[in-house]
């Protein structure tokens, strides 16, 4: 269920993404990337990776970005998202 969700996510944002930034299907293809995430590793261990010390700052700008795609605000939204992608995951 995890992995289909996941990927589910990950095929609406992209979506999202060639129809000039659409902020329903990004805003879809967010919850549906985190309720995958969650599914797959634990919401304990999902928690716990995301609130550690010092992946604070990733954590704060994935998930406000996220925030800002919810309030329709699509291009600054994925911008914030996937700096906080990449401070999180390097």
């Keep these: 269920i995890g992995v289909g969700l996941v990927g589910f996510g990950l095929f609406f944002v992209f979506f999202g993404m060639l129809l000039y930034f659409d902020s329903v299907l990004l805003a879809f293809g967010?919850?549906?990337?985190?309720?995958?995430?969650?599914?797959?590793?634990g919401f304990r261990r999902t928690f716990t990776f995301f609130f550690q010390r010092p992946k604070l700052k990733g954590t704060s700008f994935f998930l406000g970005g996220v925030l800002i795609v919810l309030m329709r605000w699509p291009l600054l939204g994925m911008l914030l998202e996937a700096?906080?992608?990449i401070t999180l995951f390097r």
């Design 30 to 41: 967010n919850i549906l990337f985190l309720s995958g995430l969650v599914f797959i590793i």
């Design 83 to 85: 700096y906080g992608f």
